[in-house]
């Protein structure tokens, strides 16, 4: 089995560790019969490595004494990043992604990937663009590149803000094929929305959408994505239309296209739009006929 070491510096988050390791081991079954890989810990020296909530962990190598050949190397936030202790980190993370391996920085490690120079060629993320500006001065050129999500993939370097950790995992689990993208994707709903909600009986149905048949889709996307921000990857040229601002969605759909698409013509009132759609999220397809 191949290992994924883990950086640990002096005062590392403890939280950006906890989701990985034990979704390596384990499954819904308990431990994993075959398991790809063998976690393992890396830091400056064999003595316990203290947490920022005080935490110690036994190193299984130091930075001279690692392996060559491994799966990934995780470099977990914390401290530790502020300190000469990261530059012991610089040759390893160099030599990895030279060897096209896995690399995954979370929170001040990510901020510690800027200061070296290390997200200038690929897209990223982080604690907010201004602290990867303020880490990296001069060696930082790539501002184009980042992006503001929870957690960014490019390259096989995986980057996440301090509270992406979950996402963080996540990401770093379908790169590593640690398992099928079905029971990866499983485990995030698991852990993100938790048992309470997954267990909980289903609504019939909810609340999902609004339809709205326009006469002219670009002059209504342009009301709702500058006036209320709603935001859509509308290529201008499709007759459907998806807009979404946090949960709510609205779907536009030109009413030529409509009339075409249906073979019939339909009369309007004099001055109004004329027909909206409500749209709900019922459990299965078989549960559309049955509620209408």
Known sequence: MKEIIYVLLN????????FLPGAVNTDEQGFRKNPKYVNKIVSSTMEPVK??????????????TMPKDYAALVLIGGLGWFTSEADNVLPCVKEAIAQGRIVGAICN????????????????TGNGIQQLQMWGGENYTNEAGYVNEQ????????????????????????MLENDTQENINGWYKFMKEGLVKLCSPRARFHFNTIGLFTRDNKVTVDFYTKTFGFTTDWDGVQPNVEMTLGEMRIILFPRNAFEN??????????????????????????DVDKEY
């Not at 947490?51 to 001279?64: C, E, H």
């Not at 490690?109 to 990223?124: C, E």
């Not at 096989?156 to 996540?170: D, H, K, M, P, R």
């Open 51 to 64: 947490s920022i909530g005080g935490m110690r962990t036994l190193p299984d190598y130091t930075f001279d």
């Open 109 to 124: 490690a990510a901020s510690w990937m800027a200061k070296q120079g290390l997200l200038n060629n690929i897209q990223h």
């Open 11 to 18: 005062n590392y988050a403890e939280h950006e560790i906890g």
């Open 151 to 174: 957690v960014v993939s490019d390259r096989n370097i995986v980057t996440a803000n301090g509270s992406g950790y979950l996402e963080f995992s996540c990401e770093l689990l379908k």
């Open 261 to 286: 698409m249906v073979s019939q013509t339909f009369q309007y009132p004099e001055g109004l739009i004329g027909t909206m759609e409500l749209a709900f999220d019922v459990p299965t397809f078989a």
